[in-house]
């Protein structure tokens, strides 16, 4: 399960191509965390610069890859759109993009990055990197404690 970097526009083609642009897929699990921190002895740690990551986990209805999982790194900006009650949480098509050094990833293929809607999840970030985690399928959960221990 190793990261593949994307590195520009031709990278983002070949990425959508591979994943079907998301359709028929969905936002499964999301796992953001960054540098900062409180010690044992209440002291803070702070991170320096851009030190928020995120790493979102997908599944799709599509085999080769079936689950994928994006590393956003350096996110600079995440808001997150739960689907409302009594609505699907499918995601019908999906957009990434790369302007002026930063990738946008939203999952509406229409959504721009000067459009704030407000029913659209969408991350910017840094960098991107992605791979293939199809062996995740399913209900099980992959990030986070689930027990206390």
């Not at 000067?114 to 985690?133: F, G, H, M």
């Amino acid at each position: 399960m190793e990261w593949i970097e994307i590195k520009g526009n031709e990278d983002i083609k070949r990425f959508l191509k591979m994943f079907g642009n998301f359709h028929d897929s969905c936002l499964k699990e999301l796992l953001m965390w960054t540098d900062s921190y409180v010690d044992k002895d209440l002291s803070m740690g702070v991170g320096l610069g851009l030190d928020t990551n995120v790493r979102m986990l997908f599944q799709r209805q599509f085999n080769n890859p079936s689950a994928i999982e994006l590393l956003f790194e350096g996110v600079t900006q995440l808001h997150l759109s739960p689907s409302p009650e009594n609505y699907d949480s499918i995601i019908f098509d999906a957009i990434l993009l790369l302007q002026d050094g930063t990738f946008y990833w939203a999952d509406s293929y229409d959504w721009k990055p000067n459009n704030q809607d407000d029913e659209v999840t969408w991350i910017s970030s840094k960098r991107v990197k992605w791979r293939d985690v199809s062996h995740w399928m399913g209900d099980n959960r992959r990030y986070g404690v689930l027990n206390e221990g």
